[in-house]
Structure formats: C-alpha cells, structure tokens
Nanobody
C-alpha cells in the first residue's frame, strides 16, 4: 500500500529556514507528481507546491513563491520542501500528497511553527 511519511518540521523564528522531507513507499515513485499542502488551525487545507514526476515542472502558491522550493530525488523516493524566509503565517501542519489511480494519498503531516 502507498505510504507517505513526512519529517523535518519544528519551531523556527521568523526569517528562518526548514527543509521538509516526504518518504514514499508502495508505488513507483518516479511516475507520479507530488504535492505539498498545509493546513492552519481553523483554515482549509491549501496547496503549497507541486512537482512533476521527473521534477522538471514546478508550481507554487503565490504566498510562497520566491521563498519555498520543491524538489525530488527519485532514487530515494523522496520529495522535499525547502522553506526560507519563514513568516508566522506559514505556521501550519504540512502534508505530502500524491494521486494514484484516482485515489488521493496523504501522510500524517509534520508541524511547522514560526514564532519568536
């Protein structure tokens, strides 16, 4: 079965950086686009970044453009989210996602808190 396991979250001061990782198993990772979402308390889950199966195409939410970078290592079955210049409004639980045969798969998420 498909499993996605996020890691790398934590508490960071405004202006700081974090790198999130998502390790995938149970699928031929290199065939599937991957996405990072986030959900803050009381808010809907929102798409943060997406990357194509080969890593050539990348899309970002306007709120993170220029600060976040999505990447993947198909040899390691892992997708990353490098987050720089973090702001308090980036505080949320971050989730890894993929869609396989029209089924959405999610990890349990990793908490990112940006606070001084």
């Amino acid at each position: 079965q498909v499993q996605l396991v996020e890691s790398g979250g934590g508490l960071v001061q405004p202006g700081g950086s974090l790198r999130l990782s998502c390790a995938a198993s149970g699928l031929t990772f290199s065939r599937y686009p991957m996405r990072w979402y986030r959900q803050a308390p009381g808010k809907e889950r929102e798409l943060v970044a997406a990357i194509g199966s080969a890593g050539a195409s990348r899309d970002y939410a306007d709120s993170v453009k220029g600060r976040f970078t999505i990447s993947r290592d198909n040899a390691k079955n892992t997708v990353y989210l490098q987050m720089n210049s973090l702001k308090p409004e980036d505080t949320a639980r971050y989730y890894c996602n993929t869609v396989r045969f029209s089924v959405n798969y999610w990890g349990k998420g990793t908490q990112v808190t940006v606070s001084s």
